[in-house]
């Protein structure tokens, strides 16, 4: 019988909590189950280490996912520990990618269905691991004004902060490489993304072609720079066509250098900075996940390389 640990968060309201009963009731069918609430990041390394071999399954989001992965990297065990996900985030990012149904009961099924795959993770120089993405720019630029209007706004802060941030955005002078080799020598950028997962927000393709299973990274840098491109730029973004825009590099390699003037960086969703400089390099198969047996990832996107 499959051992595993279900991880949490104790803080989780009455929806997510009946989430978590439906996809609890499938795995014990199964599994013998062992579940755990945790109320901060910090508490997941004890936590790991008392799961022991059993495999864990994050129920939460992207930054749930992010959490528990880091604490398996740090503790050395994340090559050894299945993972599979019950997504309850907003915007469930990596779920997509991989192709995880986004009910809590269907995604509990594909665990106790028992077939797993290798999944890429990313690792930067700060020993921080990227499950889906990481981005700077005008991204990261509406997340921090955004946070100011949510308190008096809520949802529509959001949008106020990206529109904010596209008609005056804080152009970053940056030096990007991938592999070593210059992608943008000193540009001033409105955005440089960088994939293991595809989208952000719930479904937009910022990243297209990125795939965790791939072993290589997706970067993406874009110069739009005045305000007609801008705005063709966010049109182009939400149906995930952008790329195509001359004002747009896209690019895939193993490794990716940032560095320049004072950048904002997210990660996962988590705003992080200001970085003077940040590397990222892809770590092929470092884990493997529950995953259905057919392969949704893949793309009909070119690559350049």
């Not at 997504?87 to 192709?99: E, I, K, Q, Y």
């Not at 804080?170 to 989208?199: H, L, M």
């Not at 940040?278 to 690559?303: I, N, Q």
């Amino acid at each position: 019988m499959e051992r595993i640990l279900l991880v949490a968060n104790a803080a989780a309201g009455t929806h997510e909590q009946e989430a978590i009963d439906a996809a609890l009731a499938v795995l014990e069918e199964n599994a013998d189950v062992v579940v755990v609430s945790t109320t901060h990041p910090d508490e997941l390394d004890e936590v790991c280490v008392e799961g022991g071999d059993r495999s864990v399954v994050v129920a939460g989001g992207d930054g749930s996912l992010h959490a528990v992965v880091n604490a398996l990297y740090r503790l050395d065990l994340l090559s050894a520990t299945s993972i599979g996900l019950i997504p309850l985030g907003t915007g469930n990012d990596f779920a997509r990618a991989v192709g995880l149904p986004l009910d809590p009961a269907e995604a509990a099924r594909i665990v106790t269905a028992g077939h797993t795959r290798p999944i890429d993770v990313v690792v930067d120089d700060a020993g921080l691991v990227v499950i889906n993405n990481a981005h700077l720019g005008v991204g990261t630029q509406a997340s921090r004004k955004a946070s100011k209007w949510k308190s008096r706004l809520g949802r529509i802060g959001y949008v106020v902060g990206a529109l904010s941030a596209m008609v005056r955005p804080d152009f970053i002078r940056v030096r990007v490489a991938v592999d070593g080799e210059p992608v943008a020598p000193g540009t001033r950028v409105a955005q440089v993304a960088v994939g293991n997962g595809s989208s952000v927000g719930g479904g937009t393709e910022l990243i297209p072609g990125a795939d965790p299973a791939s072993g290589r990274l997706v970067v993406i840098v874009s110069r739009a720079a005045g305000l007609s491109s801008r705005l063709v730029y966010l049109a182009r973004l939400r149906g995930g066509t952008h790329h195509l825009m001359r004002e747009v590099t896209r690019i895939t390699g193993s490794e990716v250098t940032v560095e320049g003037e004072d950048f904002w960086l997210t990660t996962d969703g988590e705003v992080s900075g200001p970085h003077r400089s940040r590397r990222w390099e892809v770590r092929s198969g470092a884990t493997t996940m529950y995953l259905p047996a057919s392969d949704p990832t893949g793309s009909d996107v070119p690559d350049p390389t």
